[in-house]
């Protein structure tokens, strides 16, 4: 496994994936069925990353083009179950046959932008118009996005809807020509219906109207009385006439409907390969505009074991900074095999920087642009990040126990090429053991062909030179007198201040004596007693 639910959720990439706005419903199985590029797929991942160069240039280019694109995208329904009727001979509706001929259209639009602005797409990207189905569900060429059993499907449909047309008519002329023969005789007004309605008080044009043979009593109230336009002796016959001809006619629409569905059942391959094409280029631009949105670039794959960050930036919190009018401070790792730890004091971004590496890394081998200036990595087997705060309750293990479960079955995998993030180990147990668990479990993987980012508050753990050792560059060189100034005159905002000068960066740490103590000079800024801080001082030296 690449990746487990658990270290998805906790890296806090469903934030990212959200970002992938895909519009037809195919893109959106499409994304769901992303999957990670492997080692054995690293000539794939070089293709996918040039399609969302590709994709970034054009969108740039022709905005307006692919608004239209994203446009037709959202139009298009999901047919894949009348085409798998149709692929099951089901004959289908007219509604069916209606969606279908409008995705034709779709099609055929769709290839015309992807030509205006000459996207050079691979194969199985390519959306491929469909003429003979356009004709067979278009045969008057209307070009208009409606669908009818149409007289030129069938002699014999056209034949019947002739019959019932012309007994309809009949009838029609018929009414017509009684209910203005009693209109002319008793001067009255009769409504389309065949209906006219009188004042009860006008009992002479009531007793007029009883004896007209044309008219039959049909209702009253209290008002008025209601008569209709008696109907000609073989109108029933006419009726059931009609009936039968309208069973006949639904027989033979079934039949043209029949034959509809065999065409379009011939032509399944084609319609799977043109739905494919759509979830793949759907998502496609999908990836362009999440580059483009999060100024990100195109990752580096080498060979070598290595993951070199330049300027990389944590999408979501930058995304909450900037909500607040502040700026995420970019990071910049250079890391190989083996183990580097980080350190600094709370508040420093250490957890920050830790899934930043673990973002980035999963987000390169999902086939996407990563926000950054450069990247530089090599595929992994897995990437594993361990947050320091689980607890199973399922298991009635504590934090430690929990977090040593995981810890456990990562290190089985440690001669694989894998990414280990591992924030605060062995912080749910005491110190003294705490550091001796971390100590050994730095001493094994030191030398594994995974590369191992530990971030810790415990002292020692970076004395061996074979640990790479980085640390939150934090407070130092800040003016202190300054900042306590400043965070005096900004009332109930102290820890924002603190975070204004705080810098997150992380420099490389060589010698010990480097090494500031920010959490004493931020307790101190908040305004803990001074008598505190000097013997927690002492306690240091």
Same mark, same amino acid.
Request: proline letters at 3%; charged letters at 30%.
């Given at each position: 496994m690449f990746i487990s639910d658990r270290v998805f959720e906790n890296l806090e990439l469903p934030y990212i994936f959200s970002r992938i706005v895909v519009y037809t419903p195919y893109g959106t199985d499409a994304k769901k069925e992303m999957k990670p590029f492997l080692k054995k797929d690293t000539q794939k991942l070089i293709e996918e990353y040039e399609r969302i160069e590709k994709a970034?240039?054009?969108?740039?280019? @022709?905005?307006?083009?692919?608004?239209?694109?994203?446009?037709?995208?959202? %139009?298009? =329904?999901?047919? $894949?179950? #009348?085409?798998?009727?149709?692929?099951?001979?089901?004959?289908? #509706?007219?509604?069916?046959?209606?969606?279908?001929k409008a995705f034709m259209f779709m099609l055929t639009e769709l290839e015309q932008k992807i030509q205006k602005i000459k996207w050079n797409?691979?194969?199985?990207?390519?959306? !491929?118009?469909?003429?003979?189905?356009?004709?067979?569900?278009?045969?008057?060429?209307? +070009?208009?996005?409606?669908?009818?059993?149409?007289?030129?499907?069938?002699?014999?449909?056209?034949?019947?809807?002739?019959?019932?047309?012309?007994?309809?008519?009949?009838?029609?002329?018929? !009414?017509?020509?009684?209910?203005?023969?009693?209109?002319?005789?008793?001067?009255?007004?009769?409504?389309?219906?065949?209906?006219?309605?009188?004042?009860?008080?006008?009992?002479?044009?009531?007793?007029?109207?009883?004896?007209?043979?044309?008219?039959?009593y049909n209702s009253e109230t209290y008002m008025n009385k209601t008569f209709k336009v008696r109907l000609e002796n073989d109108v029933d016959e006419k009726l059931k006439e009609l009936e039968e001809l309208k069973l006949r006619e639904e027989e033979e629409e079934f039949e043209v409907r029949?034959?509809?569905?065999?065409?379009?059942? !011939?032509?399944? %391959?084609?319609?799977?390969?043109?739905?494919? /094409?759509?979830?793949?280029?759907?998502?496609?631009?999908?990836?362009?505009?999440? /580059?483009?949105?999060?100024?990100?670039?195109?990752?580096?794959?080498?060979?070598?074991?290595?993951?070199?960050?330049?300027?990389?930036? @944590?999408? =979501?919190?930058?995304?909450t900074l900037r909500k607040q009018g502040k700026e995420f401070t970019p990071i910049t790792v250079n890391l190989k095999k083996g183990v580097t730890c980080i350190t600094g004091a709370n508040m420093g971004g250490k957890t920050i920087s830790?899934?930043?590496?673990?973002?980035?890394?999963?987000?390169?081998?999902?086939g996407l642009f990563v926000p950054a200036k450069e990247m530089k990595v090599?595929?992994?087997?897995?990437?594993?990040?361990?947050?320091?705060?689980?607890?199973?309750?399922?298991?009635?293990? #504590?934090?430690?126990?929990?977090?040593?479960?995981?810890?456990?079955?990562?290190? #089985? $995998?440690?001669?694989? /090429?894998?990414?280990?993030?591992?924030?605060?180990?062995?912080? +749910?147990t005491n110190p003294s053991e705490g550091f001796a668990i971390s100590k050994a479990i730095i001493n094994f993987l030191k030398t594994k062909n995974s590369i191992t980012i530990i971030t810790t508050h415990f002292d020692g753990l970076t004395e061996d030179q074979e640990v790479y050792h980085l640390q939150v560059k934090g407070l130092i060189g800040v003016d202190y007198n300054q900042l306590k100034e400043e965070m005096n005159k900004t009332m109930n905002a102290g820890i924002e201040v603190v975070h204004k000068y705080m810098d997150y960066r992380l420099i490389e740490v060589e010698n010990e004596q480097i090494v500031p103590r920010d959490a004493i000079n931020i307790a101190r800024l908040m305004g803990l007693q001074e008598f505190i801080l000097k013997d927690a001082e002492q306690c240091l030296q």
């Open positions: 970034v240039f054009l969108i740039t280019k @022709h905005r307006y083009t692919f608004v239209d694109i994203r446009t037709i995208f959202q %139009h298009m =329904k999901d047919l $894949r179950g #009348s085409f798998k009727r149709a692929e099951e001979n089901e004959v289908l #509706s007219t509604v069916e046959l209606f969606e279908i797409l691979p194969e199985n990207l390519k959306v !491929k118009p469909m003429p003979s189905l356009i004709k067979l569900l278009d045969p008057e060429k209307s +070009g208009v996005n409606t669908f009818y059993i149409y007289d030129m499907y069938s002699k014999k449909l056209q034949m019947i809807r002739k019959q019932i047309k012309d007994i309809e008519a009949d009838m029609y002329r018929s !009414k017509k020509e009684a209910r203005e023969k009693i209109q002319a005789e008793l001067n009255i007004k009769i409504r389309p219906n065949g209906e006219t309605s009188v004042s009860k008080s006008n009992e002479e044009m009531i007793a007029a109207m009883e004896k007209c043979p044309g008219l039959v029949k034959n509809l569905t065999e065409e379009i059942r !011939k032509a399944i %391959h084609d319609i799977d390969g043109n739905v494919s /094409a759509i979830a793949s280029l759907d998502l496609l631009i999908a990836k362009g505009y999440l /580059a483009i949105g999060m100024q990100g670039v195109k990752p580096e794959i080498v060979e070598e074991e290595t993951l070199s960050i330049i300027e990389g930036r @944590h999408i =979501k919190v930058a995304d830790l899934k930043l590496i673990g973002v980035l890394s999963v987000m390169a081998q999902y090599s595929l992994k087997d897995y990437v594993f990040f361990s947050l320091g705060d689980l607890q199973s309750t399922d298991m009635g293990l #504590s934090t430690f126990g929990a977090e040593i479960l995981e810890i456990k079955n990562i290190i #089985s $995998r440690a001669e694989e /090429a894998g990414i280990i993030l591992i924030d605060e180990l062995a912080r +749910g």
